[in-house]
């Protein structure tokens, strides 16, 4: 019985939407809409160089008197950067703060930049006497240039090895000789 007067009451509303259309008397419902409210945007990716190094220590067994004392392992610096225009070249730099200390025993015996070398790609042992946009004067070196251009989203990578030359220290006495290489890159 429920059933039947649920049915006949929806029968009864169909009807009367029914005969409400086909008489043509519109709905009197209102659309209402609300104000627009909108909402800016913005997405800024931030320009960025930086250079990440495979390790931070390098350690020399030095033999007096000679050329040939080699790091005990290459380092890996990998520049990678996201630039606006315009900017044309990427450089890379090595160097100390002091050209005559690059090392020193700490009681006055130094080793200088201009003993100190980077082979940098498998390219020929240089000795840091340049001066370059970062540390002290004459105790740099240019380890490489990227030409960008519109290419603003890159990378390098350059794998050094280094060697200290006691050619011409030949009277530097034993000792525990310590310094710090940096390397950074700059882009303009």
């Known amino acids: 019985m429920r059933l039947r007067r649920q049915f006949g009451t929806a029968a009864a509303l169909a009807l009367a939407a029914a005969l409400l259309v086909a008489s043509g008397t519109p709905a009197r419902a209102q659309v209402l809409n609300s104000a627009a409210s909108p909402i800016a945007l913005r997405a800024v990716l931030s320009q960025s160089l930086t250079v990440t ?3 931070n220590a390098v350690n020399f ?4 008197g000679s050329a040939n004392n080699p790091g005990s392992t290459s380092i890996t610096a990998t520049t990678s950067w996201i630039l606006q225009t315009p900017v044309a070249i990427v450089s890379l ?8 200390s690059a090392l020193t025993d700490g009681a006055g015996d130094n ?13 020929a042992f240089t000795a840091l006497t340049n001066t370059v946009p970062f540390g002290g004067a ?9 030409l960008i251009l519109l290419n603003n989203r890159g990378s390098r ?9 006691l050619s011409p220290l030949p009277n530097l006495p034993a000792g525990d000789y310590t310094g710090t290489l940096t390397i950074q890159a700059q882009a303009i």
């Open 157 to 165: 990578t350059d794998v050094m090895k280094f060697n200290i030359t």
């Open 61 to 64: 067994n030095l033999v007096s």
């Open 138 to 146: 004459n105790a740099g070196l240019t380890l490489g240039q990227t």
């Open 53 to 55: 190094l495979s390790g």
């Open 111 to 123: 080793i200088p930049s201009a003993d100190f070398q980077i082979s940098d790609n498998g390219g």
């Open 93 to 100: 730099y090595a160097f100390f703060a002091n050209a005559g």
